[in-house]
């Protein structure tokens, strides 16, 4: 095991949860004793989080944030269609229906108004659309990497148009070519390769082996686009000045996906909006730079506890 690979044994179990549209596959990471998880003398409130990941991701991507944040429990679910989640059934994999999954998902689990929800690039589009549909639901929002602007607007624009090419030439090629195409590992290590800005070599191999191991893990193709076609039309500024809840922005400095300009456009809308900016990172903050993401995470929340939780 590398350096960079979560230790999680530990803490996590495995659970899978039938839904009416899909039967879903979730990761649940109980919290440390203090003692175990921090030699800090300040005290940490413990929190419920749920987390949301990325497009073609699944839970593995968001692990080392994880792993970075002992004092509180973590639940994280494959989205339908990605991992080991079922594809919806009878549902298209649009941004209503996945806020609708994540409805289903917290009242299934009985999670109620303390809850905090995260949600990484594609996640972040669900989780602000889910948060502004359901007011009041939870109680802190919190966006890594968030989609704060529309796919084709601006520089990251052109990168999108390659995209929509890609995925159209996938919908248009014969079935097992379009789906060979969809699982390459060449597009896999462009993609990675563009992404990735340290210069560590043996996180970069990490990173490279991670996306290798799950980029391809969906469904099929018809829901793989599906999905796509949300991801570029879908964005969090659409819904920002309905989310009235504390809300933190995890930025990276050098993303070319989630770029920093339209960030603090975004934090401009938010009504109670904060913005954390990581130097020397870009799309891959869960992956590069887990522990300051943490450290923010816990910051934010520290500064905003839930009330039924202070007055404990």
């Known amino acids: 095991m590398n350096n960079y690979s979560p230790r999680l044994s530990d803490r996590v179990q495995e659970h899978s949860l039938e839904l009416p549209n899909a039967t879903i596959r979730y990761w649940d990471y109980r919290a440390l004793p203090a003692d175990a ?10 929190r419920t989080i749920v987390v949301v990941h990325g497009f073609r991701g699944d839970h593995h991507g968001l692990e080392r944030v994880v792993e970075a944040l002992p004092r509180h429990r973590l639940v994280m679910p494959d989205l339908p269609g990605f991992g080991e989640s079922t594809a919806f059934r009878g549902r298209e994999h649009n941004i209503a229906s996945y806020s609708e999954f994540l409805a289903e998902f917290l009242d299934a689990l009985g999670f109620g108004q303390e809850v905090v929800l995260i949600g990484h690039s594609f996640g972040s589009i669900v989780a602000s659309h889910f948060v502004a549909e359901h007011p009041g639901r939870v109680s ?58 340290t210069k560590d070599p043996e996180l970069l191999r990490f990173i490279h082996a991670q996306h290798h191991a799950y980029f391809s893990s969906f469904a099929n193709r018809d829901m793989l686009l599906e999905a796509f076609k949300a991801s570029i039309s879908g964005n969090v500024r659409q819904v920002a000045q309905q989310l009235s809840l504390p809300t933190l ?20 809308q938010l009504p109670h909006g904060e913005l954390t ?36």
């Open 249 to 268: 922005l995890v930025a990276g400095e050098k993303d070319e996906i989630a770029a920093l300009p339209a960030q603090q456009r975004l934090l401009a």
């Open 37 to 46: 998880a921090s030699t800090e003398s300040a005290p940490i409130q413990e």
């Open 140 to 197: 802190e929002l919190i966006l890594i990497n968030p989609i704060a602007a529309p796919a084709l607007e601006g520089p990251r624009g052109v990168l999108s148009k390659l995209a929509q090419f890609y995925y159209w030439a996938s919908a248009k090629l014969p079935e097992g070519l379009g789906q060979a195409l969809l699982r390459s590992g060449l597009i896999v290590q462009v993609m990675s390769n563009t992404m990735a800005k």
């Open 277 to 312: 900016v990581i130097d020397d990172v870009g799309h891959l903050i869960h992956y590069e730079t887990p522990g300051e993401a943490a450290q923010a995470i816990e910051r934010f929340l520290t500064e905003h506890p839930h009330p039924s939780k202070a007055d404990a």
